[in-house]
């Protein structure tokens, strides 16, 4: 029984649904998976048909962004093959170096360093984010060379001997896309 089906179950069998208790994630799943319409969903939700689209289109959840989520998340076999030829275009020694350089931007470059070496009192001189930025795109050159080599034995020991030795009182990690995600969705729409 999916979703809806129980939902419907529940009212008929006399319980309210709240239109406050339709999150977002339920709101996607109805709409998206189970391909109930916003006239469906606001007849569970016994409210107008426009408050269901209204929450609906505030929250993102259309069929242009679902498809480009499936997309962007290879979800389906197209999007699967599409995603691994660019993994094979990207992943090749002629652009270790322009991987190397974009990640250590991406990640390191473009953050709190640069506060630092622009900031007035002039905690990093010009020679110092030289040293950092050579050091660092030349070590990530080389865990990409691992991984574009395959040589996932040598990638194995570098992450656990480098895990086992420092960082053991650093914070999780948190996956932070620095609004890539949009960037590409943007690039898209206005195509």
Partial sequence: MGLYEEL??????GMSLNIEELTPEILRRLFIEEEKSDYLNSQL??????????????????????ILDDFLLAKTEEAMKINERYRDKLLVDENL??????????????????DMHASPNNQLSQEDMKTLNKFMVNNIAYVFKLIIENRWIELDFLIKHTDMMYGHDWDNAEPDDGDNRKIIEMMIKMQ
């Fill in 45 to 66: 939700y016994d409210v107008k048909e426009s408050k269901i689209s209204y929450r609906r289109k505030k929250h993102g959840i259309t069929i242009r962004n679902s």
């Fill in 8 to 13: 419907k179950t529940k009212k008929e069998a």
């Fill in 97 to 114: 170096t322009m991987i190397s350089k974009a990640i250590t931007h991406f990640a390191f470059r473009n953050g709190p360093i640069e």
